[in-house]
T-cell receptor, first 115, second 117 residues
Framework: DAKTTQPPSMDCAEGRAANLPCNHS???????VYWYRQIHSQGPQYIIH???NNETNEMASLIITEDRKSSTLILPHATLRDTAVYYC????????????????FGQGTTLQVKP | GAVVSQHPSWVICKSGTSVKIECRSL??????MFWYRQFPKQSLMLMAT?????????EQGVEKDKFLINHASLTLSTLTVTSAHPEDSSFYIC?????????????FGQGTRLTVV
């Protein structure tokens, strides 16, 4: 599973877009990019995932560069409830040789949304 | 999203006793469940991967005889912390995933706070 690198912390003003970067320069062709977030003392919450195309759902948008070496999670209108640790993970689907399907967590980015 | 339920949410036990934590996927059948441990101000650390009907695969440094994992069905996995000691106090989190499926995301339980006194 490819290693990911994220800034340790970021601030964002309430109502503004929060753009969280992630570097995954060693990602392999069959690995997806997953984003989760963890609010204090809770289990991680799934946000979004993608392979190579940009993705959007009701929570966020995911922009993946053409070379797939980095991505950005966008929360379009951050609220105070979006304050959390955000994790970017590269992982396969769990099929094929050496593809374990494990989700290995790095240190993530602590996003603080301020009023 | 799909729902994964953990029970109990918190537990306090005496040193030397064993504690069982249950993880259930409520609205889907998970081929694989993962168990994590998280210490304060740290990230989640993967302990083991559990496939239904087969033995769990433990990460390096995790004692398989201390952390017993049973995955008897596609909707239930259990983690038993045997002979618990204060250093086992932690936040334990399970995750369920359908490997190779069309929907590849994993879903997480709410976690179990274990305190050993």
């Amino acid at each position: 599973d490819a290693k990911t690198t994220q800034p340790p912390s970021m601030d964002c003003a309430e109502g503004r877009a929060a753009n969280l970067p992630c570097n995954h320069s060693t990602i392999s062709g069959n690995e997806y990019v997953y984003w989760y977030r963890q609010i204090h003392s809770q289990g991680p919450q799934y946000i979004i995932h993608g392979l190579k195309n940009n993705e959007t759902n009701e929570m966020a948008s995911l922009i993946i560069t053409e070379d797939r070496k980095s991505s950005t999670l966008i929360l379009p209108h951050a609220t105070l409830r979006d304050t959390a640790v955000y994790y970017c993970i590269a992982s396969g689907r769990g099929v094929g040789s050496g593809n374990t399907g494990k989700l290995i967590f790095g240190q993530g980015t602590t996003l603080q949304v301020k009023p | 999203g799909a729902v994964v339920s953990q029970h109990p949410s918190w537990v306090i036990c005496k040193s030397g006793t064993s504690v069982k934590i249950e993880c259930r996927s409520l609205d889907f059948q998970a081929t694989t469940m993962f168990w994590y441990r998280q210490f304060p101000k740290q990230s989640l650390m993967l302990m083991a991967t559990s496939n239904e009907g087969s033995k769990a695969t433990y990460e390096q440094g995790v004692e398989k005889d201390k952390f017993l994992i049973n995955h008897a069905s596609l909707t239930l996995s259990t983690l038993t912390v045997t002979s618990a000691h204060p250093e086992d106090s932690s936040f334990y989190i399970c995750s369920a995933r359908v490997l190779g499926g069309a929907n590849t995301e994993a879903f997480f339980g709410q976690g179990t706070r274990l305190t050993v006194v």
